[in-house]
C-alpha cells in the first residue's frame, strides 16, 4: 500500500509513529519559517507541518505544491501546539520527512471546499471535482448507508433481490418510455424499463414469495428538481398478502430507516383516504407537518349577493394562523401568488380576524360582521388570525388553495426539515378521466386491482370505482406507491379494455401476462418507493440531483460526458435508422 494510515484515523494515541499518507492538497499556508499543509481523502484531513529550520530545502518543495496536488508523504505524528477540537485528527500533525508528488493539479474551476463558488452547471460539467466535496460526498455515504439498511431488513424479512432486464418492451406507468434500436431486428426497439412491474408480478407466478430489488427506472418525462430521466426505486413485491401486510412491512422498513440512520423514533404512520386527503388538503400528498386544513364553506357565503361565490361549486378556506398582520402589499403578494398562470386561479378572498376581535374582509360589501363571525367560528379561527378563500370549480380549487397553503406554510416556516411526518394514503380512485385522449386512465396502472366490494361498479360507474391502491407520503412528497395486483386474466382483459385497449392490443403488448395468469397465478401485490427522494429527505435536500453521483441537468443532459449526443452514419445504417433533417 502507498500509504500506512488515512488522513481521518491518526490521534493522540499514536504520537511518535512513523507514518505515510497520500492525499490531495486542500489547502497551504505559511507562518514564519513554517509550511503547514491540510491534506485530504475520502476519510478526513491531517495537518502536514515543513520547518525551515529541519530541512529548508523540503519546506520550499512543500511550498511549490498547489491545491488539489496528489502527495505521498512520510513523518512523525506530533502533538500539535494549537488544537482543533472540531477536527477529528485536530489534535495531532505529521511532521514530514519526505514529500513526493504523486501529480500534480490544474486549479479547480471552483473551490473544493463546503462553501463552493461554483454554480450548479460548472459542478455538473466537473462533477468528479464536485464529488470530493464533504456535503456531496457525504449525501453518497448516506445513500450507501440507507441502501446496506434496506437490503439488511428486506433480508430478515424474507425478501430475495432478483435482477431483472434492462432491454423490455413498455410497461404503462404513465409515462413515455426511452426506446433502444436492436441492430439484430432492424425496425424494431426494445423500451427501457418505466419500472420493473410486470417481472416482478412474473416472479411471484414463479413461486418466489417475495421479492425485492433496487434498480433503476426510466421514464421520459419533463424534468422538474425531485424528478430526472433514469432514477432508482426499491422495487417489491408480495405473495399471499392483503394491503394491510403490505402497509406494515414497509412501514417498518421506513421506521428502521428512520431509526438506525437519523436516531428518529417515527409512531404508526396515520392513514388518510384519498377522498379525505383531497377534501381537507386539496392534494393526494399532504404535507401535515402543520395543520391548517380546508374547510368547505358554501352554505355560509352563498345567497349572499356575492355572485363569485353564488355560482362557484366550491367554496372553500384555510385559515392562516397569527397572518391578520399581513400587510395589504403582503396580501396582493398572494392574490398574485394565485393568480400565475401555473396556478390559475381568479383571485383570492380574505378576512382579518382582527386582534382587537373586529373582522374585515375583502367583500365587506356582500357581507355583515356577523356573518364574518360565522365563517371564522367554523374555521377556528382566532384574533390575530387570517382567513384566505378561494372559490370555483371542485378539482381546480382544491389544486389552486393546496398550493396556497404551502406558499403559506412556507412563508410562516413551518417546513421544518429535521420534522418527519409521514402517512399512507390509500383508496385511490381506479381511473381518471382524461381529457385530452377522451378516454380512462389508470391512475396508478392497469395491473392495480379495484376493491372487491366497488367491482360491481366497473360497468355502471367506472370513475367511482376505488383502487387497492396505497401512496407513502413524507413531508408532502410522494416516496412510494403500490396496490394489490389482478391476478385473474378475466379482470385483466375487462381492466384493458375499459383502458381503451383492443383485445389484440392488449394481446400484443400484455398476452405474456395474462398467459401467465393461466398457470395459477397467486394473490399478490407490491410497492416501489423511490430510494433518491427517500434519501434527499433523508439529507434534508429539495433536489434529487445531490444524492446521485452523476445527475442529468434539468433538459436532461449529462453535461459532463455530453450525452445524449448524435451517433455516426454507420452506427445508423447499422441500426437501420435515418434522421430526419431538421427544416
Ligand atoms: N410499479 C409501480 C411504480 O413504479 C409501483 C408498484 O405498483 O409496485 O410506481
Redesign the pocket.
Known amino acids: 500500500m502507498l500509504r500506512t494510515h488515512t488522513c481521518g484515523e491518526l490521534s493522540l494515541a499514536d504520537l511518535g509513529k512513523e507514518v505515510k499518507l497520500c492525499g490531495w492538497v486542500q489547502k497551504s499556508r505559511d507562518l514564519g519559517g513554517m509550511t503547514f499543509i491540510d491534506m485530504r481523502d475520502r476519510f478526513g484531513i491531517t495537518q502536514l507541518t515543513f520547518n525551515s529550520d529541519d530541512d529548508p530545502a523540503l519546506r520550499a518543495n512543500a511550498r511549490e505544491l498547489g491545491r488539489e496536488y496528489v502527495i505521498q508523504v512520510s513523518g512523525t505524528v506530533i502533538e500539535r501546539a494549537s488544537k482543533n477540537l472540531k477536527m477529528a485528527t485536530g489534535e495531532i500533525e505529521i511532521k514530514v520527512s519526505q514529500l513526493d508528488v504523486l501529480n500534480s493539479a490544474k486549479l479547480p474551476p471552483f473551490l473544493i471546499e463546503d462553501e463552493t463558488d461554483g454554480g450548479e452547471d460548472i459542478r455538473l460539467k466537473y462533477r468528479y471535482l464536485d464529488l470530493r466535496r464533504n456535503p456531496v460526498r457525504n449525501n453518497l455515504i448516506l445513500r450507501h448507508t440507507m441502501a446496506q439498511e434496506i437490503r439488511k431488513y428486506l433480508d430478515t424479512e424474507n425478501f430475495i433481490e432478483v435482477e431483472t432486464p434492462v432491454l423490455i418492451k413498455s410497461?404503462p406507468?404513465g409515462a413515455r418510455d426511452f426506446v433502444v434500436p436492436s441492430r439484430m431486428n432492424p425496425g424494431e426497439f426494445y423500451a427501457l424499463p418505466?419500472?420493473?412491474?410486470t417481472f416482478?408480478q412474473l416472479l411471484m407466478i414463479s413461486g418466489f414469495d417475495r421479492y425485492f430489488q433496487i434498480v433503476k427506472?426510466f421514464r421520459d418525462e419533463d424534468l422538474r428538481a425531485d424528478r430526472q430521466p433514469e432514477f432508482t426505486?426499491i422495487?417489491?413485491?408480495l405473495t399471499f398478502v392483503e394491503q394491510e401486510d403490505i402497509l406494515n412491512i414497509f412501514e417498518g422498513l421506513v421506521r428502521h430507516l428512520f431509526k438506525n440512520i437519523k436516531g428518529v423514533i417515527l409512531n404508526d404512520f396515520p392513514r388518510m383516504n384519498y377522498a379525505d386527503a383531497m377534501r381537507l388538503y386539496g392534494s393526494d400528498k399532504p404535507d401535515i407537518r402543520f395543520d391548517m386544513k380546508f374547510v368547505e364553506i358554501n352554505e355560509l357565503v352563498q345567497k349572499k349577493g356575492f355572485s363569485v361565490f353564488d355560482k362557484a361549486e366550491l367554496v372553500v378556506a384555510i385559515n392562516a394562523q397569527d397572518c391578520a398582520v399581513y400587510t395589504r402589499k403582503q396580501l396582493d403578494e398572494l392574490t398574485d401568488f394565485v393568480k400565475k398562470p401555473q396556478i390559475g386561479a381568479t383571485g383570492l378572498v380574505y378576512i382579518r380576524y382582527n386582534v382587537d376581535g373586529t373582522l374585515k374582509s375583502s367583500v365587506d360589501k356582500f357581507y355583515t360582521e356577523d356573518q364574518l363571525k360565522a365563517i371564522a367560528d367554523k374555521m377556528d379561527s382566532k384574533p390575530g388570525d387570517l382567513i384566505l378563500i378561494m372559490a370555483g370549480s371542485v378539482d381546480k380549487t382544491r389544486k389552486q388553495l393546496s398550493e396556497l397553503r404551502l406558499e403559506i406554510a412556507d412563508r410562516k416556516g413551518l417546513k421544518n426539515k429535521e420534522t418527519f411526518a409521514p402517512l399512507w394514503v390509500t383508496d385511490f380512485p381506479l381511473l381518471e378521466w382524461d381529457e385530452e385522449s377522451n378516454r380512462y386512465h389508470a391512475m396508478?396502472?392497469p395491473?392495480?386491482a379495484p376493491k372487491p366490494e366497488d367491482m360491481a361498479k366497473l360497468d355502471t360507474e367506472p370513475l367511482s370505482v376505488r383502487a387497492n391502491?396505497y401512496d407513502m407520503v413524507i413531508n408532502g412528497s410522494e416516496v412510494?406507491?403500490?396496490?394489490i395486483?389482478i391476478f385473474n386474466q378475466d379482470v385483466q382483459a375487462k381492466m384493458f379494455d375499459l383502458l381503451g385497449f383492443t383485445p389484440e392490443e392488449a394481446k400484443k403488448q400484455f398476452g405474456f401476462l395474462m398467459d401467465a395468469f393461466t398457470y395459477g397465478a397467486p394473490p399478490h401485490?407490491?410497492?416501489?418507493l423511490g430510494f433518491d427522494r427517500l434519501v434527499s429527505i433523508f439529507a434534508g435536500l429539495d433536489s434529487i440531483r445531490d444524492v446521485i453521483a452523476f445527475p442529468k441537468n434539468n433538459a436532461g443532459r449529462d453535461v459532463m460526458i455530453d450525452s445524449p449526443s448524435s451517433i455516426d452514419e454507420k452506427q445508423l445504417t447499422e441500426l437501420s435508422i435515418q434522421i430526419k433533417k431538421k427544416d
Open positions: 410497461t406507468e418505466q419500472s420493473p412491474q416482478k427506472c426505486q422495487d417489491c413485491e396508478h396502472h395491473f392495480t391502491a412510494g406507491g403500490g396496490s395486483r401485490g407490491g410497492i416501489a
